[in-house]
């Protein structure tokens, strides 16, 4: 972790909690984080619960994000959600690209990046997901892979833009898997992923760029993922759905 970025620990709570559970969940969670002033909190819960969430963390020190969002600003487009809906229930970030959209929906670099920059357009900060299957690993594709998507996740976006995005690095094999890359599998995915940043704009963007680790993360592992240079946070799943364990994560050491 850089001193001079600013860790930021957001929560996926993918496809779980009711409205209700959802209120209580995020009540317990307040007290246990309610001091933290040296890293940024975020929660994801589901569409239906946004609301709920964004009543309850008013006026705390943590932030909403959206699990998703279309690049049109409203149509015939059944199922779907815009920024301005995001933005009105009082969404600060929205979670782009995440494997499981890739894997599942069918979303590409392409319509990545138009989610990417609608988001940006609207006053949202993207939290851009990359990260590679386990064959592509073993095959070798590492490199080519994230290479691919930042490229394609950035492609049209000054460089001014690029300090309201934060990059999500999760190995497809470590998400849910209870399988987690090593702190230093992970950092060196992190320092390949600022490289190319670096290249597409310049040395001094990379650097101010925050890169969360994300992959079965758990209050065991957090410590010394953290303790990695380029590792600036973390994008948890399964350890974000209890307040102890999430606020554990939060308050690493």
């Not at 073993?138 to 490199?143: A, D, H, S, V």
């Not at 001014?160 to 690095?169: L, P, S």
């Not at 950092?187 to 101010?208: M, P, T």
Request: aromatic residues 4%; neutral net charge.
């Amino acid at each position: 972790m850089n001193q001079r970025r600013i860790p930021i620990i957001a929560g996926n709570w993918k496809m779980n909690k009711t409205s209700r559970e959802a209120r209580e969940l995020a009540a317990s969670l307040i007290p246990l984080v309610s001091v933290v002033k040296d890293r940024e909190i975020v929660l994801g819960p589901p569409f239906t619960s946004l609301q709920a969430v964004s009543e309850i963390i008013k006026g705390t020190n943590i932030a909403l994000s959206a699990q998703n969002m279309h690049w049109e600003d409203k149509g015939a487009l059944t199922g779907e959600i815009s920024a301005e809906m995001l933005l009105d229930l009082g969404c600060q970030y929205v979670i782009i690209g995440h494997s499981e959209r890739r894997q599942y929906f069918g979303e590409t670099d392409e319509t990545v990046n138009k989610k990417v920059k609608q988001a940006l357009r609207k006053g949202l900060r993207p939290i851009l997901c990359v990260g590679e299957t386990l064959a592509e690993r073993e095959g070798g594709k590492l490199q080519e892979i994230i290479n691919r998507q930042i490229t394609g996740g950035l492609n049209d976006i000054g460089a001014g833009d690029m300090k309201k995005i934060v990059i999500a690095y999760e190995p497809v094999w470590a998400i849910g898997t209870g399988k987690t890359a090593t702190p230093e599998q992970a950092n060196e995915v992190h320092a390949l992923i600022r490289q190319r940043v670096k290249a597409l704009y310049r040395e001094e963007i990379a650097d101010g760029l925050r890169i969360q680790y994300g992959g079965s993360v758990t209050p065991e592992n957090v410590s010394s993922l953290m303790a990695m240079p380029d590792i600036d946070g973390a994008l948890v799943g399964g350890a974000s759905l209890k307040p102890e364990s999430f606020a554990a994560l939060v308050n690493f050491r």
